[in-house]
């Protein structure tokens, strides 16, 4: 209860500046609410762009696949109420009253962008900070609390360092990236 305690504090801390910054509630609605499609053009413009491309795809695509898969298991047994349905609160976009824990934006985000930073070897860091902000911007709306969003960015990161270091290793994926559809 002490962690709950001190992650509603938190989240309490950040809510407090909700409409105080239009610009920056304007700013949090676009990461929160339509971010994550730049991140879908990103991986189809990675697949249009070059062959090599089509392999951090379809690996962005496996472990985002993978991590969705473990949030639904993690769901079963974790439920937790948002925090517009718990507290009285300044909620800059709607949202369902469905599960708060674990945040799918920021497991989304960080799977994809951290993919994305490890095939293109750390050269584009830029965006792990773009999956900062939508993880944040989650806070900021009103429909994760903050251990929510971090729950989601470990579960992301983990994904994407077990995907991209370990099951890509696999003979099994290994044959499937062999095809022609993803060589020159």
């Not at 413009?45 to 472990?63: H, S």
């Not at 985002?64 to 047994?77: D, G």
């Not at 729950?151 to 994904?159: E, R, S």
Request: aromatic residues 16%.
């Amino acid at each position: 209860m002490v962690l709950q305690s001190i992650d509603y504090e938190i989240f309490q801390w950040i809510n407090s500046y909700v409409y105080k910054y239009p610009f920056l509630d304007k700013m949090m609605i676009f990461f929160a609410e339509y971010a994550q499609y730049i991140l879908i053009v990103a991986l189809l413009v990675l697949w249009i762009t070059n062959k090599e491309n089509r392999v951090t795809v379809f690996q962005a695509l496996f472990a985002c696949s993978l991590a969705f898969t473990i949030n639904r298991v993690i769901e079963l047994f974790f439920y937790r109420d948002r925090p517009f349905v718990s507290h009285h609160i300044k909620q800059l976009v709607d949202h369902t009253a469905n599960s708060s824990f674990p945040s799918d934006h920021a497991t989304a985000a960080f799977v994809i962008t951290v993919t994305i930073w490890l095939c293109s070897r750390g050269n584009t860091f830029m965006w792990i900070i773009f999956g900062m902000g939508i993880a944040f911007s989650r806070i900021w709306v009103g429909v994760h609390y903050p251990l929510d969003v971090l729950a989601g960015i470990i579960l992301g990161v983990c994904t994407a360092l077990l995907v991209h270091y370990r099951i890509m290793k696999m003979n099994l994926i290994n044959k499937i990236t062999s095809y022609s559809l993803f060589q020159k």
